[in-house]
């Protein structure tokens, strides 16, 4: 426990200190913070409840241009924004800017959240690789039809409001780095608790025999659609984060972009490990390496590195990084190996 | 008449839909994998046939050079990743081929470049019903390629031997393994011939339609769909779903417009797995 204590300390520190340290690295964290929420927020039903959807992608894309619609919308005619192409006609002052950010957010959250609860019971009687593709069709259709619809700029994209100028140039990075990394904390403290409730132990069941779960009492739909909802709360705020983040909203290429992000949430978690509370933190941080080097080295090449880093981690890897430590050392995770008790098994085979 | 046009025009696509979810049948209900890289394979396929355009030969012989090209590149991925995730997870095999997925789609933008091409056949169109209804000769003789492919395809699965070892291996694998079938091989034939038909399928849409690198998800989502209406080994059933989605997607074009095309493709997709789920939870069963 007093380790603990120290690690969670010292990541604390070195969180804050990063963008200091790091100074031209400070995008790059920032994505990683909400690769690692967005991971962390997947294996809450990929991992522990066994749902794997790629349709975590709608709730990052909601939140991104509902972030950004409502930062506009709140001052401004949000349709003469959207046509003048982002053009600055119209400028946000400092208290603008964050107020509506502070808005947008906490909308970016609530209302993914409350349209997973409104899917959800449709969505989550699907089983298996059904909810799979119904989920990753459910992304991409939602891509295409926010590519048609005219007041979030259709199919030439949304220019979220620039940083006002606050004093040095080196404000914007750091006020979403912080945010993205608050945004970070909230999450590892909510799914930390998440893992020490009675709540986890239903998902395990969910996952491990849903019939046998529901035969025992549980309401496996209620809580199947809670850990929906717990996912797309995060995914929606890492979604409004990363609108401002990059500042320009495309409906395929940024926001429902179901075929790179969506399957890098799941690639993390699954790279990581899946169904642990670490797995997908480190998952995402190795990734983001990974893709971030494929990115400088092979430019143009990039996709096929990435294609062929998720066939090779798919086949070769699928217990990730915390599944090969736990099979190395188990008596670090807590499993107490009773050596007689082996060699009576192994005697019994 | 715009709906008699959307019509013939939606069957005649429909009938090439239907050949690729016969290949996505075949593999599913033999192999026990979702392929989502079929759609990739068709335009892979596609551009064969675009190729033999560039340099002078007909489009239309693509139909016969594409599947036996595309055979092989079908043996050539069962062998170095479909074989490693057969008995696993169908989890695991979506994830696989949506890897294979990503990287063709890059692979093919180089090769290719990010055009959209096609093959020009230069089969003229036929007016029918007073030049009130076009149809390009070109879908027509695409339908047809497809149906006789369908046909050879279902004889020679009842009638040759490797045919009834792929029956044979999709209805029990282990049972067929112990009556001396190599079902390692038979499943390397299924998705060769798998492929083969995606190659045959891409041919003709480079005739008819438009290939682009980026448009192959869409394809596997149509073949899938096509799959769950119908069911595994149904053919018939396939055939009528594939026009079904044909004609579905021939109106929404006209209706909702070109934009909306594709999503609509896949909000269908969303609403028939959910319109199947809340049938069956009435029985208290799920899609299996």
Not at chain 2, 171 to 182: F, P, S, T, Y
Not at chain 2, 261 to 279: A, C, E, N, Q, T
Request: charged letters at 15%.
């Amino acid at each position: 426990m007093k380790n603990n204590l120290i690690l969670y300390i010292g990541i604390l520190i070195f969180g804050i200190a990063a963008p200091f340290i790091f100074p031209a690295f400070k995008v790059q964290l920032s994505i990683l913070c909400v690769l690692i929420v967005l991971s962390t927020t997947w294996n809450i039903q990929g991992g522990e409840m066994g749902y794997n959807s790629f349709g975590n992608i709608l709730f990052y894309g909601l939140g991104m241009y509902l972030c950004a619609s409502v930062q506009v919308g709140m001052f401004f005619p949000l349709a003469e924004w959207t046509e003048s192409g982002g053009e600055k006609t119209f400028v946000h002052t400092p208290s603008q800017f964050f107020q509506g950010m502070a808005v947008g957010l906490i909308v970016a959250a609530v209302v993914p959240t409350i349209v997973a609860g409104l899917i959800g019971y449709s969505i989550l009687g699907l089983r298996g690789h059904y909810f799979a593709i119904c989920t990753l069709g459910l992304g991409v259709a939602a891509g295409e039809i926010s590519g048609g619809i005219e007041i979030i700029g259709a199919g030439q994209g949304f220019t979220t409001p620039p940083f006002p100028d606050v004093g040095s140039l080196e404000s914007r990075g750091e006020f979403f780095y912080f945010l993205s990394f608050i945004v970070l904390i909230l999450t590892f403290v909510a799914v930390k608790g998440i893992y020490t409730t009675r709540f986890k132990l239903i998902l395990n069941a969910i996952r491990d025999n849903e019939d046998k779960a529901e035969a025992m009492g549980i309401e496996t739909m209620k809580y199947k659609i809670i850990g929906w909802m717990i996912s797309a709360f995060f995914c929606g705020l890492a979604g409004g984060i990363m609108g401002g983040l990059v500042g320009y909203i495309d409906s395929t290429d940024v926001a429902f972009d179901g075929r790179e992000m969506g399957v890098f949430m799941v690639l993390m978690a699954i790279l990581g490990g899946k169904g642990t509370l670490w797995g997908p933190i480190i998952g995402a941080t190795v990734f983001h390496i990974f893709k971030e080097g494929f990115w400088t080295f092979f430019l143009g090449w990039q996709y096929v590195a990435l294609g062929v880093l998720i066939v090779v981690i798919v086949i070769y890897f699928p217990e990730g990084i915390m599944g090969w430590l736990r099979e190395k050392y188990p008596e670090k995770f807590g499993e107490v190996v009773d050596e007689k008790d082996r060699k009576a098994q192994v005697e019994l085979k | 008449m715009i709906s008699v046009q959307a019509c013939l025009d939606g069957i005649l696509l429909g009938i090439l839909f239907a050949l690729i979810a016969y290949g996505m049948a075949l593999q599913w209900g033999v192999m026990n994998i979702i392929n989502i890289a079929q759609g990739d394979l068709v335009i892979l396929g596609g551009y064969i046939a675009y190729f033999m355009y560039l340099y002078g030969i007909h489009p239309a012989w693509g139909v016969i050079v594409s599947p036996i090209i595309m055979y092989f590149v079908g043996i050539a991925i069962y062998k170095l990743v479909i074989n490693k995730v057969v008995d696993r997870d169908l989890f695991i095999s979506i994830l696989a081929t949506f890897g294979i997925s990503i990287l063709f789609m890059q692979l093919m933008n180089f090769a290719f470049g990010a055009d959209v091409v096609l093959a020009n056949s230069g089969y003229g169109t036929t007016m029918l019903f007073d030049n009130n209804v076009v149809l390009p000769n070109s879908k027509i003789f695409s339908a047809f390629i497809s149906i006789l492919f369908a046909i050879c395809l279902v004889i020679y699965m009842k009638k040759s031997k490797l045919g009834r070892a792929i029956r044979a291996t999709a209805q029990n694998a282990r049972a067929a393994k112990i009556l001396g079938v190599d079902t390692e091989k038979v499943y390397a034939a299924t998705f060769g011939i798998n492929a083969a038909l995606c190659g045959v399928a891409g041919a003709l849409i480079s005739i008819t339609f438009t290939i682009h690198p980026y448009m192959g998800l869409p394809y596997t989502i149509r073949s899938f769909m096509i799959v769950i209406v119908a069911g595994l080994g149904n053919l018939p059933g396939v055939a009528m779903s594939g026009m079904g989605l044909g004609i579905f997607e021939e109106f929404a074009d006209y209706i909702l417009g070109t934009e909306f095309r594709i999503g609509s493709v896949f909000l269908l997709l969303v609403l028939i797995l959910v319109y199947r789920r809340f049938k069956l939870s009435r029985k208290r069963e799920y899609l299996k």
